[in-house]
């Protein structure tokens, strides 16, 4: 069933027009600049920072405007133009982010320096990003590594969402922005409006918008149902005390609604996420003291999920309601001494969630219906608190800059729950609390060579404690493949030690060219294994048996990444990089499945990770006419086929693939500005590595097909 068919060409003669001036348009923006590649499909005179930071590790910095002019539907999704970053899609929107293969909880998500958010739903329908629109992102920090500690424990990577909040004003001002955006293929279409204003004592900020979008036709020519509405607001204020001190709240609001995932085996109903911060920031406070800054935030989120929209509701209605807080705050104090730079704080996170499915079975016998209901808990008051010291230390040398950062971590979960699994002796689900004390370092050092050059190096351990899920989920189909799967409230903390090496050179008309690779060592990785169908059986339909989380051997990670980006002084602009990840468990454990069940075992050596992307690279270019007014560019994505697939899961290969995407951003004025483009120019039909199965087949969930897009941005 297709949803929302009013946004089905709602204005057929506009749309008929659009269709035609981006159809001239491809032609003139392919004879151009085919051969001229830039960063982007959209270039914009704001500078994206790639590569490497005076710290020694790889970061991404993605500025606010980039964002905006662009077809950005989830913030997932927008993510996965970046090297060595991919995503896990279900649907049309709340994809979530791999980053050098590191996924779900081994990658932290987080807002505004420390603001963090627990989804609802085993499956990850609704990560942490998808709690968030894009239009609210003023940065993307993106940081490869266990190298940044200030923001709470990190394994493999950080992707650190700063939202726009309220900030003084030298005069009294109010401004304003409008933004109007319309999708051919998806027939979708999203609003927002922004104000902001104040003066240096009082400033204020406040917006909205709404998303509404049909399913998508993929270039196979199918119709997936990815239909989805979001409905979100903003508002902030600030105050200014003194000249040195500053008070900011803020508050967020996210709805999700009648979100399709035709990959999983529910739709999300309804999501609600409230998000509250406050901000206290005092700076100069004395000779050595620089500042002195306090964060506390609450981020509650209601989530119901069901397959009403699918055929197996004729028999048995599932209903699965999750409520999910998060809650904490952080002090951080920076000291000063000459060259000397500390940072040194405090923070403490506390999570919550408690979450129901009831299942309504429906029989017909002789004429009569007969109805059964069960209720099972997903959740019962199950939370983890988390308390952590950090320090940072930094201090350039003659032609170095050396950091080094330190974390220490209390890590405490517990659960009510009353399930017991007992077995012949052996215990498999029974005591459901746990503690640990967590270690995470980081080193880094980016040395200055002559004539441009730069070797960077970082070297760290991450440490993270098993997610609520991993330690307290009973029964349900919760990774990619189709076991149920058991909690393990006795698992171990996971740890990562990585080392990253790169150099990178700049020279004013050649360019900035960076390399690097990096390898991790991960100990305690956790996975699954199956048990004795004598011990517990599976609860779902169709799954060959129960996996249990468990800490397994150590397995490895490397990979590289290669950029060069054209010089920032020149008309025309171009970027080219490839990037590319490899995993192997030394020894893992293939189950042979006959009948739908688990028959046989045998041990596999040297087994790829699971839900690794392949190699790819990306060539985007342009060219700036008439002082930044008219700007067309190209971009080509090339995908290699994924062949190195994980054996004990069952993993499938995925072909390779070329798009293609052309966009034409025209600004007459500052006040305005006008994108549109092409995605999928050539309507190719493909699929990422990590897209799910669609549920009950084997059949891969495939990429939206053409796209034609018109975005406008309207200041004030």
């Known amino acids: 069933m297709v949803l929302y068919q009013h946004f089905r060409y709602p204005y057929p003669r506009i749309m008929k027009r659009i269709v035609m001036i981006m159809l001239s348009l491809s032609q003139f923006v392919v004879n151009t600049v085919f051969a001229q590649m830039n960063q982007d499909t959209?270039?914009?005179?704001?500078?994206?920072?790639?590569?490497?930071?005076?710290?020694?590790?790889?970061?991404?910095?993605?500025?606010?405007?980039?964002?905006?002019?662009?077809?950005?539907?989830?913030?997932?999704?927008?993510?996965?133009?970046?090297?060595?970053?991919?995503?896990?899609?279900?649907g049309g929107v709340s994809i979530d982010p791999v980053v050098r293969g590191f996924k779900y909880n081994q990658v932290s998500v987080l807002l505004n320096n420390g603001v963090k958010i627990e989804g609802g739903c085993p499956n990850r329908m609704d990560p942490v990003a998808s709690h968030v629109e894009s239009e609210n992102i003023d940065q993307i920090e993106v940081v490869k590594g266990p190298y940044i500690l200030k923001y709470g424990p990190v394994m493999g990577a950080l992707i650190n969402l700063q939202t726009v909040r309220p900030h003084p004003w030298e005069t009294p001002s109010i401004h304003g922005k409008v933004l109007y955006g319309f999708e051919t293929n998806w027939n979708g279409q999203r609003e927002h409006l922004y104000l902001e204003g104040g003066n240096q004592k009082v400033f204020f900020n406040a917006g909205g918008g709404f998303k509404g979008y049909g399913s998508y036709t993929a270039g196979n020519k199918e119709l997936y149902n990815s239909s989805f509405q979001k409905l979100y607001g903003s508002a902030g204020l600030g105050f200014s005390i003194g000249t040195k001190n500053t008070l900011i709240g803020?508050?967020?609001?996210?709805?999700?609604?009648?979100?399709?995932?035709?990959?999983?085996?529910?739709?999300?109903?309804?999501?609600q996420t409230h998000i509250a911060s406050l901000n206290f920031t005092s700076e100069k406070i004395g000779k050595s003291w620089e500042s002195l800054q306090f964060q506390a935030y609450f981020s509650p989120v209601h989530h119901v999920m069901d397959n009403l929209n699918r055929p197996s509701a004729a028999t048995m209605q599932a209903v699965t309601t999750v409520d999910a807080r998060n809650g904490g705050g952080k002090l951080t104090a920076g000291l000063k001494f000459g060259d000397h730079v500390i940072l040194a704080g405090f923070d403490y996170e506390d999570v919550w969630k408690n979450g129901e499915k009831v299942m309504t079975m429906k029989m017909i016998m002789e004429g009569d219906t007969f109805i059964s209901v069960k209720h099972t808990n997903v959740w019962n008051d199950a939370g983890y608190r988390n308390a952590g010291l950090f320090g940072e230390y930094m201090v350039p040398l003659k032609n170095t800059?050396?950091?080094?950062?330190?974390?220490?971590?209390?890590?405490?979960a517990h659960s009510q729950d009353t399930f017991r699994l007992v077995k012949d002796g052996n215990t498999y689900f029974d005591k459901t609390a746990s503690a640990f004390f967590n270690v995470s370092f980081g080193l880094g050092a980016r040395i200055r060579l002559p004539h441009g050059f730069y070797l960077n190096g970082a070297l760290g351990l991450g440490t993270r404690s098993p997610s609520l899920l991993e330690r307290f989920i009973k029964l349900?189909?919760?990774?990619?493949?189709?076991?149920?799967?058991?909690?393990?409230?006795?698992?171990?903390?996971?740890?990562?030690?990585?080392?990253?090496?790169?150099?990178?050179?700049?020279?004013?008309?050649?360019?900035?060219?960076?390399?690097?690779?990096?390898?991790?060592?991960?100990?305690?990785?956790?996975?699954?294994?199956?048990?004795?169908?004598?011990?517990?059986?599976?609860?779902?339909?169709?799954?060959?048996?129960?996996?249990?989380?468990?800490?397994?051997?150590?397995?490895?990670?490397?990979?590289?990444?290669?950029?060069?980006?054209?010089?920032?002084?020149?008309?025309?602009?171009?970027?080219?990089?490839?990037?590319?990840?490899?995993?192997?468990?030394?020894?893992?454990?293939?189950?042979?499945?006959?009948?739908?069940?688990?028959?046989?075992q045998v041990s596999v050596h040297n087994d790829p990770l699971p839900e690794i992307p392949p190699l790819e690279g990306t060539i985007q270019g342009g060219y700036r006419f008439f002082k930044n007014k008219l700007i067309p560019s190209v971009t080509v994505r090339l995908v290699n086929?994924?062949?190195?697939?994980?054996?004990?899961y069952g993993e499938q290969t995925t072909p390779g693939f070329v798009t293609a995407a052309i966009a034409l951003r025209y600004s007459p004025w500052k006040f305005i500005s006008v994108t549109g483009g092409i995605e999928n120019l050539f309507d190719t039909p493909y699929y990422e590595h990590l897209n799910r199965r669609m549920i009950g087949s084997t059949n891969p969930l495939y990429e939206p097909g053409r796209v034609f897009y018109v975005n406008a941005i309207f200041r004030f």
Not at 256 to 268: H, I, S, T
Not at 535 to 540: F, L, N, R, Y
């Open 42 to 90: 959209l270039m914009l005179q704001e500078v994206e920072i790639i590569g490497v930071n005076k710290k020694g590790f790889r970061e991404i910095l993605i500025r606010a405007p980039r964002i905006e002019y662009a077809p950005v539907r989830d913030i997932g999704d927008f993510l996965r133009q970046e090297p060595n970053v991919a995503g896990i899609r279900k």
């Open 401 to 412: 800059e050396l950091t080094a950062a330190l974390r220490l971590d209390y890590n405490q």
């Open 476 to 600: 349900m189909p919760v990774q990619f493949d189709s076991y149920d799967y058991l909690g393990n409230p006795q698992l171990k903390p996971e740890h990562n030690w990585q080392a990253d090496l790169s150099a990178d050179w700049r020279h004013p008309e050649i360019g900035v060219f960076s390399v690097g690779g990096f390898f991790s060592l991960i100990t305690n990785y956790i996975t699954g294994k199956v048990l004795p169908p004598s011990v517990i059986k599976p609860s779902t339909q169709g799954a060959p048996g129960v996996k249990q989380f468990y800490n397994a051997d150590a397995v490895f990670l490397t990979g590289f990444e290669v950029t060069w980006q054209s010089p920032a002084s020149k008309q025309w602009f171009c970027t080219l990089n490839a990037a590319a990840t490899w995993g192997v468990q030394p020894d893992a454990i293939h189950y042979i499945v006959s009948g739908g069940q688990v028959v046989d």
């Open 250 to 271: 803020n508050y967020m609001y996210d709805q999700g609604k009648n979100v399709l995932f035709p990959a999983l085996p529910m739709d999300e109903r309804l999501d």
């Open 641 to 648: 086929a994924q062949m190195k697939v994980s054996e004990s």
